[in-house]
């Protein structure tokens, strides 16, 4: 087994282990609207920060603009094309407890999240928390809204709990098969999967995380919590 799989390994045990808490807390104890959204927007901030401080700068290192362009067209397709059927399965399912578009959508979501956090491992060892770190705060907002959306679609606590932390899963999936397929990869092919999963994590923030966010009403303290998070992470990452 390769340092790399092993670090990955390593990593992922976090956002892992933050899809198995948001689940179980979200199943037993319904988060307030306010305390969701802070989550959110602190997530958002975080999120915006790794891509700001650590990804979009180690692409634009590369330099190589056609593989990097290739690789965000690819991950924006492909968001829009499975939030698209998210919302088709969704209209077409309505009445039943769990949502198959939603938990297609996150379970992919989740998937590419690992591919990240295995990339990580390849792109150096501050890269590779900083990822870990934002992609942690993200998966356990995902983890608290699959949670609360089965809930309320009337699934049982135990299933609540279930779906969302089996789901988690998958990053472990994503982390650990990322880092071995991608262990001899050139930098081309690198700089092309780190661009999709920009793609996919600008995607997440703006039309995941600062959409739900705003459903609730914003107050300076819920704003404020998204320059936070982008803050902590930046300095952190310094």
């Given at each position: ?65 056609p ?101 988690g899963?998958?990053t472990?999936?994503?982390a ?63």
């Amino acid at each position: 087994m390769s340092v790399a799989v092993v670090h990955a390994a390593v990593l992922v045990a976090f956002p892992v282990a933050a899809a198995v808490a948001g689940s179980v807390t979200a199943a037993f104890v319904t988060p307030g609207p306010k305390f969701t959204s802070g989550i959110q927007h602190f997530a958002a901030g975080v999120v915006f920060a790794a891509l700001a401080g650590e990804v979009l700068p180690d692409l634009r290192s590369k330099g190589n603009i056609p593989v990097v362009v290739t690789g965000f067209a690819a991950g924006v397709a492909l968001l829009l094309a499975l939030g698209a059927y998210s919302r088709r399965v969704e209209a077409r399912a309505q009445a039943s407890a769990v949502p198959v578009g939603l938990v297609t959508a996150v379970g992919l979501d989740l998937l590419i999240d690992g591919l990240l956090v295995g990339l990580g491992s390849r792109l150096g060892s501050n890269q590779g928390v900083v990822l870990t770190i934002a992609l942690t705060l993200e998966i356990l907002f995902l983890a608290l809204s699959v949670s609360t959306r089965l809930a309320a679609g009337g699934a049982s606590r135990f299933t609540a709990a279930l779906v969302p932390s089996l789901l988690g899963l998958g990053t472990a999936i994503g982390a650990i098969g990322g880092a071995a397929l991608l262990g001899g990869a050139s930098q081309q092919v690198l700089a092309g999967v780190l661009a999709f999963g920009a793609a996919a994590l600008l995607y997440l923030v703006t039309e995941e995380l600062l959409v739900e966010a705003h459903e609730t009403t914003d107050s300076p303290l819920l704003t404020g919590l998204f320059f936070l998070g982008f803050i902590a992470l930046y300095a952190l990452a310094s």
